[in-house]
């Protein structure tokens, strides 16, 4: 007897368990929990006006070669993480968003995707197998748009990298800003030290999502093919560049402007023996802006 009710509770704990596994699956799917302590699978506010503002489908392809990296448990792990975030954004979608697994075997159709996406292979391990990990995205025009490979040392750029091919394929054509500064933004030679100084981030971040012209206080106007003009630290800019902004303004109104009235010199300008002025922009007062 003892031993029928131990079959029937089991029996019963196993139908329970499978019919709370569908109704998990059914109807709680989309309501997680992110307990890490970093909240490593909760998409950032920026992700998710992105994914909000997709007025297409679009279609995403992730190789990882699974077969081929067995033993490679670091780099399988932080798979398994590019994976799970992946699904947070098919999650957030509602639709919008549809994620292809591929393991890309030698000789296989998944390997030819891939190459056709333009991903390429990284030799990796002991014996130089050939590891597919990257991902590739397409849109209902046929543009697409890669992340040729996860490095796990740019883990802390994971969601940015994705959520870069996201956008791009919401917006494929490029956008064109006209950046106003006389700040040495785009990098260059110090005239001090000689030595070569790269672009700043913000720049370097810029230029992957836009075209972009520089526009120093002496040069005439804007282009003509400008979409948003950002003013960074304006200074002394020339009448008919002031007046190139302002019928900008007038006519299309996209201007973002990073003004400092209360500049202070910094250590280079120190080390040049140059005095830090504030930021100054006449435009301000004609157009009804008043410092507070």
Known sequence: MKKLDAIISVTLLAILFVLLVYINNAYL?????????NKIFSLSAGTQQVIKSLN????????????????????????????????????????????????????SESED????????????????????????GTNLLDD???????????????????????????????MTLSIVT??????????????????????????????????????????????????????DLSDSLLYSIDQFAMHKGRILAFIDPHYEADAVASLRFQQANPSSLPLLKAWGVKAI
């Open 144 to 174: 697409q748009f890669t992340i040729p490979f996860f490095d796990p040392k740019n883990e802390q750029f994971l969601e940015y990298d994705i959520t870069k091919l996201i956008y791009q394929l919401t917006e494929p054509d490029t």
């Open 113 to 136: 995707k891939a190459n056709q996406f333009g991903l390429t292979g990284a030799a990796i391990g002991h014996l130089g197998e050939t590891i597919f990990f990257g991902l590739a």
């Open 56 to 107: 297409e489908p679009v279609t995403l392809y992730f190789f990882f070669s699974d077969t081929d990296t067995t033993g490679m448990t670091s780099l399988r792990n932080y798979a398994n993480r590019v994976e799970s975030l992946l699904q947070e954004y098919v999650q957030a979608s509602d639709g919008k968003i549809k994620l292809e697994i591929m393991d890309p075997l030698p000789f």
């Open 29 to 37: 799917g989309r309501y997680r929990a992110d307990l890490t302590e």
């Open 182 to 235: 006389d700040l040495p933004v785009a990098g260059g030679q110090d005239p001090v030290t000689g030595r070569y100084v790269g672009p700043m981030v913000f720049y370097q971040q810029l230029s992957q999502l836009y075209d972009i012209h520089l526009v120093s206080a002496n040069d005439a106007a804007i282009a003509d093919d400008t979409d948003v003009v950002v003013l960074i630290h304006p200074q």
